[in-house]
């Protein structure tokens, strides 16, 4: 089993919307039982909250739903029980290494930095936090364009 955890700075935005299209790719593909997939926050300020509305509608789009999911914060604990921690941008790269003590086992990883080099539209950026951009269509194509790159590494291993 994968285990895969997404991270943003709230977790209402850009990691739910990663948890929720790996989740479909992995069900479409025949594949949910070889995935935990999940999704949580490197700050504490919307704990509790719902996916934002505007991220829901993105997704609705796309037909996917993610009834349910509330933000919640990363755990030292989540090092040890996921085995891909990805996050959206540099920031919450810098965040989650404070609370895991560093990256020892080399789990941690930004999400377009596993779309191909040759993909100079996506691979090594940030995904633009549509909080604040309010573009929620370009997040929705950076990460849907970065899930695909990790789930088309992570099914056939």
């Excluded at 479409?28 to 949580?40: H, K, P, R, V």
């Excluded at 704990?47 to 037909?63: C, D, F, S, T």
């Excluded at 404070?98 to 596993?114: A, I, M, N, T, Y």
Aim: net charge negative; glycine share 8%; hydrophobic share 35%.
């Amino acid at each position: 089993m994968k285990r895969i955890l997404f991270v943003c700075h709230g977790n209402i935005c850009r990691s739910p919307m990663a948890e929720f299209i790996m989740k479909k790719m992995a069900r479409t593909a025949g594949l949910e039982d070889y995935f935990e997939i999940a999704s949580a926050a490197t700050s504490t300020e919307e704990i509790g909250n719902p996916v934002y509305p505007m991220a829901r509608q993105e997704l609705a789009k796309h037909g996917i739903g993610c009834p349910g999911k509330t933000a919640r914060q990363i755990v030292p604990e989540d090092y040890a029980r996921f085995d891909f921690i990805v996050g959206m941008d540099a920031a919450n790269l810098r965040s989650m290494q404070e609370v895991f003590g560093g990256d020892p086992q080399g789990k941690l990883s930004l999400l377009l930095d596993h779309t191909p080099e040759s993909d100079t539209k996506h691979h090594g950026r940030d995904v633009s936090d549509p909080w604040y951009t309010r573009k929620f269509n370009i997040a929705w194509d950076d990460i849907y364009t970065g899930c695909t790159a990790l789930f088309e590494k992570l099914k056939d291993e």
